[in-house]
């Protein structure tokens, strides 16, 4: 059994940074990537962030770029906007991607962190 735990969210106001971290423990596994998604309420669970385990390319949604940056145990968050308002996801995956963008083709899922950011 694989267990992500994120940590880290909480409430800032529009301008400020926030850093979350991604913890895996239980049964070791072969990374290809870790990525990062959230969900809004009524929305759908959206791509924000990913890097290859390997070489540690990254890619990013084009609403992020620029301001947050991902690393291998966690997500910089900077320059924050109300939208990015949302519950954030870590996530694992065993196989070849290319953008790494898809939710559906992660392995293992943490439980969420909530990220508030009031304007």
């Known amino acids: 059994q694989v267990q992500l735990v994120e940590s880290g969210g909480g409430l800032v106001q529009a301008g400020d940074s926030l850093r979350l971290s991604c913890t895996a423990s239980?049964?070791?596994?072969?990374?290809?990537?870790m990525g990062w998604f959230r969900q809004a309420p009524g929305k759908e669970r959206e791509f924000v962030a990913a890097i290859r385990w390997g070489d540690g390319r990254t890619y990013y949604a084009n609403s992020v770029k620029g301001r947050f940056t991902i690393a291998r145990d966690g997500l910089q968050m900077n320059s924050l906007k109300p939208e990015d308002t949302s519950v954030y996801y870590c996530?694992?995956?065993?196989?070849?991607?290319?953008?790494?963008?898809?939710?559906?083709?992660?392995?293992?899922w943490g439980q969420g962190t909530q990220v508030t950011v009031s304007s």
């Open positions: 239980g049964r070791t596994f072969s990374k290809y990537a």
């Open positions: 996530a694992a995956r065993t196989s070849y991607c290319a953008g790494c963008s898809n939710p559906d083709e992660y392995n293992y």
